[in-house]
């Protein structure tokens, strides 16, 4: 009786933290489901609720064991390899970037608040700027009443109001902003745009010293019916093109568009526009350049201390291996910062201490920042190697080679037929990933060089040591050197993907071989 209470108190507290674990679950989904209504992403929402129903059903159903193990890394697989991939792929064929980051009706409402010029000769009114919780909004004076507004709410007149010297001083509802607040929000203020009605053609309010309100109207004028945006002050017409934006019979496109199918065109654009082309395969070469010598050096470098180390006559074996695999404790991306700063051309310690004050240009020379960036992946990998390296040594049966030395086979034979073909079949899988990784290793590119030095008449911001991913990364524009094309940066990306997971699948079709030595 006593086991059986005990069994049945564990089951309950067991059940209980359950419950507890899915109960959150269950609320943080309903929170992420509620905001993917409200921003309408029907596809998040349907794979959010799916989610969840999945979830509830596994971890209070007795048939699915398996499940209750599996779901776990099913779910992270699908969010953040699967969801990824898929977006990136759909961006790819989209022209998203600078101009065309949202919808058609966020950019036509975009060009009417951004054409919009005071009216001539229109009235000015004494304002006042309240705030609503974080909304901020301007209390005008009309005709000796006050009307209020925010962004999301358009003038409305308000009782109760006071006025005092022909200004609004309390509204309720509103607090009034003191003078101190107003100069720390004055960049919020000044573009702060509070529509006159809900009628979009009526203009907004708006306020260049926060005192005074000024009527707004957009130098443009949509029509839903053919589609066209119209200059009131030039009257050129701009029709909706293929490509996303308003363009006129001249040529000439209004700046904000939206974003649409592309098809295939960054894929040819980054294949055929000689803008990317040129660097494109400049960086192609010197990229698998960099992933093959970084593995290979890593790889020997690595072997010969597991060998050196391996062999049992040498001492303090222990105290070897712990310093040979310092620079693995330190995090990658510290010693790529600090190997940037050994590495100064006038004050690394390099060049300043060791060479007596040398002026060499490891990282601004374009075969030496690629020498530099060989030697300190080498530093920072060959630790990994010597890891794997020395396990798979001591992995190998000792009968085995034992037996080879009474056959009359030396070392360089035994080396050669026994000790290397058994290495590989442990560690060619990780020389792949490790070509893999290297394929993309970004931060060691961004931290060390950042890319530089430039590529002379690039037209391009594309260093000499620029990799596809860091390639890719500034195409992207979120370094800043230039506008930013999402669409692009994307559509190689995937070409990225295709390259690696060729490179892999032959890879791993060719190490089958070496089980046959088995």
């Known amino acids: 009786m006593k086991v059986e209470s005990n069994v049945k108190a564990q089951f309950s507290a067991g059940f209980f933290v359950k419950l507890t674990l899915v109960a959150i679950i269950n609320a943080l989904g309903v929170y992420a489901l509620m905001a993917a209504w409200q921003q309408e992403s ?38 953040y390899q699967v969801f990824v991939i898929g977006y990136t792929g759909f961006v790819a064929f989209t022209n998203y970037g600078d101009g065309h980051n949202s919808t058609k009706q966020d950019a036509i409402a975009a060009l009417l608040i951004q054409n919009e010029r005071r009216v001539e000769d229109s009235s000015s009114f004494p304002l006042t700027v309240v705030s609503d919780g974080d909304d901020l909004g301007f209390a005008l004076v009309i005709d000796d009443a006050v009307q209020v507004g925010t962004v999301e709410q358009p003038l409305e007149l308000v009782e109760g109001a006071e006025i005092e010297e022909g200004r609004a001083v309390s509204i309720p509802g509103f607090r009034v902003l003191e003078r101190s607040e107003i100069l720390q929000q004055q960049t919020e203020i000044v573009s702060l745009r509070v529509p006159v009605s809900d009628d979009e053609e009526a203009g907004s309010i708006r306020s260049q010293d926060a005192r005074t309100g000024y009527v707004y109207k957009s130098a443009l004028e949509y029509d839903e019916e053919d589609d066209t945006m119209t200059d009131l002050t030039s009257g ?62 890593t790889f020997l470098l690595g072997m010969f201390f597991a060998i050196a180390l391996n062999h049992p006559r040498v001492r303090g074996r222990k105290i070897y291996r712990s310093l040979l695999i310092l620079p693995y404790a330190i995090p990658s991306f510290l010693a790529f910062l ?157 070409v990225i993907f295709v390259v690696v997971a060729t490179v892999s699948v032959l890879s791993f079709r060719r190490t089958r071989k070496l089980e046959d030595v088995m």
């Open 338 to 494: 600090l190997w940037s700063g050994l590495l100064n051309r006038r004050f690394g310690f390099i060049n300043n201490i060791l060479l007596g004050g040398a002026e060499i240009p490891w990282l601004t020379d374009p075969w030496l920042a690629k020498l530099s960036i060989i030697l300190v992946n080498l530093w920072v990998g060959f630790p990994y190697m010597f890891l794997i390296c020395t396990g798979a040594l001591q992995s190998i049966p000792g009968d085995v080679v034992e037996s080879a030395k009474l056959d009359g086979a030396g070392p360089l034979r035994i080396w050669r037929s026994i000790t290397m073909p058994l290495l590989m079949i442990s560690v060619a899988p990780l020389l792949i990933s490790s070509f893999a990784f290297n394929f993309n290793n970004f931060n060691l590119i961004y931290m060390l060089t950042n890319g530089g030095p430039p590529i002379h008449g690039a037209p391009v911001p594309i260093g000499q040591t620029d990799i596809l991913i860091s390639m890719v990364y500034s195409v992207s524009g979120l370094d800043g050197s230039g506008m930013k094309q999402y669409g692009l940066a994307s559509a190689l990306s995937i």
């Open 42 to 79: 029907m596809v998040i929402f349907f794979t959010m609720l799916v989610g969840l129903i999945a979830i509830d059903y596994v971890y209070f159903s007795r048939r699915a064991i398996a499940a209750k193990y599996l779901l776990p890394g099913v779910i992270f697989l699908l969010v």
């Open 236 to 297: 050129t017409v701009y029709q909706a093109n293929e490509h996303g934006q308003f363009e006129a019979e001249d040529g000439s496109k209004l700046p904000v568009g939206w974003r649409v199918s592309v098809g295939f065109e960054n894929f040819v654009k980054g294949f055929t526009d000689s803008r990317y082309s040129g660097p494109f395969l400049q960086v192609l070469v010197w990229t698998f350049a960099f992933a093959f010598l970084s593995v290979a050096t």
